[in-house]
């Protein structure tokens, strides 16, 4: 096993694991109905293929993909397609969805559900398979993973690495995963090796997960290239360019990424999916969930994508606690606050961490220059600065200051003694930024 490895920068929020790090998955009943954004993945609009009372079984395809860096989207459910139209986002805007309407046959599409040995597959096969079953980073950014497994010719890629960090406090769907399916994600990472052809993996797990660590290195003794690592536990130790640098002692260049010093990374469920999709003909179709926070039930579920928050709620507590004040989906330092209950579970969802009334409110005070924004950003940038020119819109400064390297950690607006919304203050610039770029490519 490595020595204990982090980053510089970065904060230590109390993890808030121990209502659910015991909890084992438990399989939630199918819902009534699913609701199912085409778009759940980062890159090239997706194609609906079906229309309003259509007859669909699980894994049929809904939304085909729209060029090399996109995936299809799958139906969830069987059933019927009871509208296509416009529904509310977990982010909190209105997008085309598919709803479906269950059968509760739970009927599978012919062909999906096979058993396959990925060892007799074509490389180029298993990668057309990936994308195929709709897989996508499922640490948060969605990213689709085949385009990951598919590095330029002049990008060597020497080193895989497996984020089972979960740096995110309350959340343990990942830790859970590396308990109860081991020996799957370890033939799912020798999977990933195949395909990349790289001469090393670390599996990257937090040093507060110590069965996990336990749990792989027992699994990898004597295999070749394949050791668990160790790493501290802090925040956003899970994020790209900070496993990078912590692992490997790499520093992926500013607008760069791990491929370009010769690392790819792939997260824990991403992983157990690309196993799932090429070994059993299972697209990407539930998601293990982290339910914690204000809840009488705390756990970790496996829910169909698409179910709503308020069905799996309702499943999880019975009714909706009556204190409830907000539900953030994902973790409380990069997830979303939800506009309302009646939004799906998407592909990306690994938490549900649900605060009571009163909500606390930040005090919203001037910068009083301490510099602790400075102390705690993991990529080495000015938060103060940055917010600054963000809230009075001087978006050269904010290139300047490369806004765009920010990863939205949120570490600058815990540590902040003010109560400043630095990170949202910087994801505005960031933005803002990118827009501005992209209309003046668009005029060129």
Same mark, same amino acid.
């Given at each position: 096993?490595?020595?204990?490895?982090?980053?510089?920068?970065?904060?230590?929020?109390?993890?808030?694991?121990?209502?659910?790090?015991?909890?084992?998955?438990?399989?939630?009943?199918?819902?009534?109905?699913?609701?199912?954004?085409?778009?759940?993945?980062?890159?090239?609009?997706?194609?609906?293929?079906?229309?309003?009372?259509?007859?669909?079984?699980?894994?049929?395809?809904?939304?085909?993909?729209?060029?090399?860096?996109?995936?299809?989207?799958?139906?969830?459910?069987?059933?019927?397609?009871?509208?296509?139209?416009?529904?509310?986002?977990?982010?909190?805007?209105?997008?085309?969805?598919?709803?479906?309407?269950?059968?509760?046959?739970?009927?599978?599409?012919?062909?999906?559900?096979?058993?396959?040995?990925?060892?007799?597959?074509?490389?180029?096969?298993?990668?057309?398979?990936?994308?195929?079953?709709?897989?996508?980073?499922?640490?948060?950014?969605?990213?689709?993973?085949?385009?990951?497994?598919?590095?330029?010719?002049?990008?060597?890629?020497?080193?895989?690495?497996?984020?089972?960090?979960?740096?995110?406090?309350?959340?343990?769907?990942?830790?859970?995963?590396?308990?109860?399916?081991?020996?799957?994600?370890?033939?799912?990472?020798?999977?990933?090796?195949?395909?990349?052809?790289?001469?090393?993996?670390?599996?990257?797990?937090?040093?507060?997960?110590?069965?996990?660590?336990?749990?792989?290195?027992?699994?990898?003794?004597?295999?070749?290239?394949?050791?668990?690592?160790?790493?501290?536990?802090?925040?956003?130790?899970?994020?790209?360019?900070?496993?990078?640098?912590?692992?490997?002692?790499?520093?992926?260049?500013?607008?760069?990424?791990?491929?370009?010093?010769?690392?790819?990374?792939?997260?824990?469920?991403?992983?157990?999916?690309?196993?799932?999709?090429?070994?059993?003909?299972?697209?990407?179709?539930?998601?293990?969930?982290?339910?914690?926070?204000?809840?009488?039930?705390?756990?970790?579920?496996?829910?169909?994508?698409?179910?709503?928050?308020?069905?799996?709620?309702?499943?999880?507590?019975?009714?909706?606690?009556?204190?409830?004040?907000?539900?953030?989906?994902?973790?409380?330092?990069?997830?979303?606050?939800?506009?309302?209950?009646?939004?799906?579970?998407?592909?990306?969802?690994?938490?549900?961490?649900?605060?009571?009334?009163?909500?606390?409110?930040?005090?919203?005070?001037? &910068? !009083?220059? /301490? =510099?602790? @924004?400075?102390?705690? *950003? #993991?990529?080495?940038?000015?938060?103060?600065? +940055?917010?600054? %020119?963000?809230?009075?819109?001087?978006?050269?400064?904010?290139?300047?200051?490369?806004?765009?390297? &920010? !990863?939205? /950690? =949120?570490? @600058?607006?815990?540590? *902040? #003694?003010?109560?400043?919304?630095?990170?949202? +203050?910087?994801? %505005?610039?960031?933005?803002?930024?990118?827009?501005?770029?992209?209309?003046?490519?668009?005029?060129?």
């Amino acid at each position: 096993m490595l020595k204990q490895a982090t980053f510089p920068g970065g904060v230590h929020p109390p993890d808030s694991k121990e209502a659910t790090r015991d909890k084992k998955i438990e399989r939630l009943a199918l819902p009534a109905r699913v609701i199912l954004p085409l778009q759940q993945h980062i890159g090239a609009p997706v194609k609906c293929v079906v229309a309003k009372g259509d007859e669909v079984k699980v894994g049929d395809v809904l939304a085909s993909a729209g060029g090399f860096i996109s995936v299809p989207l799958h139906a969830t459910l069987s059933g019927k397609v009871k509208a296509v139209g416009s529904y509310m986002h977990p982010a909190g805007v209105a997008t085309e969805a598919v709803v479906i309407e269950g059968d509760g046959e739970d009927a599978w599409a012919a062909g999906a559900a096979a058993e396959r040995d990925w060892r007799q597959i074509d490389i180029d096969q298993l990668r057309k398979m990936i994308q195929d079953a709709g897989i996508v980073g499922l640490g948060g950014a969605a990213f689709p993973t085949h385009v990951k497994l598919s590095p330029p010719a002049d990008k060597k890629i020497d080193t895989l690495l497996i984020n089972g960090a979960e740096c995110e406090p309350f959340l343990n769907a990942d830790y859970r995963q590396m308990l109860e399916r081991t020996e799957d994600l370890i033939e799912g990472i020798k999977l990933v090796v195949r395909i990349l052809g790289c001469e090393r993996t670390l599996v990257a797990v937090e040093d507060n997960k110590p069965e996990a660590l336990a749990a792989l290195d027992s699994l990898l003794a004597g295999e070749h290239g394949i050791e668990a690592a160790p790493l501290k536990t802090k925040y956003p130790q899970g994020g790209e360019k900070q496993l990078v640098e912590a692992l490997t002692g790499r520093q992926v260049p500013s607008g760069g990424l791990p491929m370009d010093v010769g690392c790819v990374i792939q997260n824990v469920s991403t992983v157990l999916s690309i196993y799932d999709a090429v070994t059993k003909g299972r697209p990407l179709i539930d998601k293990v969930v982290t339910i914690t926070g204000a809840v009488r039930n705390p756990g970790n579920y496996l829910v169909r994508v698409g179910t709503s928050v308020l069905d799996v709620l309702t499943q999880v507590e019975g009714e909706i606690p009556e204190n409830l004040g907000k539900v953030i989906m994902g973790g409380p330092m990069m997830g979303l606050a939800l506009p309302g209950l009646d939004v799906p579970v998407l592909k990306g969802t690994n938490g549900l961490v649900l605060i009571e009334r009163p909500v606390p409110t930040a005090v919203h005070d001037t &910068c !009083i220059r /301490c =510099g602790g @924004c400075v102390d705690s *950003c #993991p990529v080495r940038l000015v938060p103060c600065e +940055l917010a600054l %020119y963000a809230e009075h819109e001087r978006w050269d400064k904010c290139r300047e200051y490369h806004v765009k390297d &920010c !990863i939205e /950690c =949120g570490s @600058c607006s815990y540590t *902040c #003694p003010a109560g400043r919304n630095l990170v949202q +203050l910087i994801r %505005y610039g960031k933005y803002s930024v990118i827009n501005e770029d992209r209309q003046k490519k668009d005029k060129k």
